[in-house]
């Protein structure tokens, strides 16, 4: 694959954030699309760039632990400050 279709390729996953930034959406939506869309781009980082797709088994079966709970992490220290600010913006 040559250097403008990588570049065609990155630049097709930054128009969905933009096209969603322009949506009206409710943030909690949108916090979750855009999760999920991280998480996605995160997992084919890791598969064809870091070439975890052609590594063993053993390692990979290593890392998804891992990043589930860093992922609960930040569930735990990050959301209950998120709510906490949303309830305290003016109606």
Same mark, same amino acid.
Not at 37 to 44: I, N, R, T, Y
Not at 59 to 63: F, K, N, Y
Not at 73 to 83: D, R
């Given at each position: 694959m040559n250097t403008q279709a990588h570049a065609e390729e990155a630049h097709a996953g930054a128009s969905v954030e &933009?096209?969603? #930034?322009?949506?009206?959406?409710?943030?909690s939506?949108?916090?979750t699309v855009l999760v999920v /869309?991280? $998480? &996605?781009?995160? #997992?084919?980082i890791m598969s064809f760039f870091m070439h975890l797709k052609y590594e063993k088994f053993a /390692?990979? $079966?290593?890392?998804i632990p891992a990043t589930i709970f860093c992922i609960c992490?930040?569930?735990?220290?990050?959301?209950?400050?998120?709510?906490r600010l949303l309830q305290m913006r003016p109606h």
């Open positions: &933009v096209i969603l #930034a322009y949506e009206h959406l409710q943030p939506v949108m916090l /869309l991280s $998480l &996605v781009k995160a #997992a084919m /390692l990979v $079966l290593l890392l992490m930040m569930f735990i220290f990050f959301f209950p400050e998120a709510f």
